[in-house]
Nanobody, 115 residues
Framework: QVQLVESGGGLVQPGGSLRLSCAASGFRFSTYVMKWYRQAPGKERELVATISSTGGSTDYADSVKGRFTISRDNAKNTAYLRMNSLKPEDTAVYYC????????WGKGTLVTVSS
């Protein structure tokens, strides 16, 4: 059974940091591109970051470039999103996505940036 389970969300003050994790099971994680998306209240889902199957290539939305870092550990079947210098506009539910021939989604983890 395919599963993607996000964790690490929570309440953080502006300027703070969080690290999200996405634990994968039920498919060959090391062959899939991994992505992080987010969806803020009342807005469409937005692609935040992408990492290739080997981890050798990454890409970011302009809104998070220089603040967020996507990474993966294929030995642990886990992807990460390190988020620094968080802003209130980063508040959203964050989802991880695995993409190759199939498209798998987690249920999301809520990040709230507020003082």
């Amino acid at each position: 059974q395919v599963q993607l389970v996000e964790s690490g969300g929570g309440l953080v003050q502006p300027g703070g940091s969080l690290r999200l994790s996405c634990a994968a099971s039920g498919f060959r994680f090391s062959t899939y591109v991994m992505k992080w998306y987010r969806q803020a209240p009342g807005k469409e889902r937005e692609l935040v970051a992408t990492i290739s199957s080997t981890g050798g290539s990454t890409d970011y939305a302009d809104s998070v470039k220089g603040r967020f870092t996507i990474s993966r550990d294929n030995a642990k079947n886990t992807a990460y999103l390190r988020m620094n210098s968080l802003k209130p506009e980063d508040t959203a539910v964050y989802y991880c996505n695995a993409f190759r021939y199939s498209d798998y989604w987690g249920k999301g983890t809520l990040v709230t940036v507020s003082s």
